[in-house]
């Protein structure tokens, strides 16, 4: 199973961005999948998740209303669009897929397999 995050690059603040996350080895179906980031030396953050069946989302608050998580039925990828985006969005993007409880698909270790991740920044 391989996990594909593509999408990212420079941003101004206030702009928009939209990456996705495409599995190879791997059907959506059942399945949740996360979006997290990181920065240098901080523990991976919770972003956003939806459940590919049923469509069930959660947001992280610094993001609710500015992010939103879809799936893209055509393209079997789940995309994340990113708008009002603030220099603290910065950070690299990581999609993940798992099978959490609804309480647990803010949690890193609720899912199993993780994208190579890919870089987002917001500078003027």
């Known amino acids: 199973v391989q996990l594909q995050a593509s999408g990212g690059g420079l941003v101004q603040p206030g702009g928009s961005l939209r990456l996705s996350c495409a599995a190879s080895?791997?059907?959506?179906?059942?399945?949740?999948i996360g979006w997290f980031r990181q920065t240098p030396g901080n523990e991976r953050e919770f972003v956003a998740a939806?459940?590919?069946?049923?469509?069930?989302?959660a947001y992280a608050d610094s993001v609710k209303g500015r992010f939103t998580i879809s799936k893209d039925y055509a393209e079997d990828t789940v995309p994340l669009k990113m708008n009002s985006m603030k220099p603290e969005d910065t950070a690299t993007y990581y999609c993940?897929?798992?099978?959490?409880?609804?309480?647990?698909?803010?949690?890193?270790?609720?899912?199993?397999?993780w994208g190579q991740g890919t870089q987002v920044t917001v500078s003027s």
């Open positions: 080895g791997l059907s959506f179906g059942g399945y949740t």
């Open positions: 939806i459940r590919w069946s049923g469509g069930n989302t």
């Open positions: 993940a897929v798992g099978r959490p409880i609804t309480s647990s698909m803010r949690f890193p270790s609720s899912y199993y397999y």
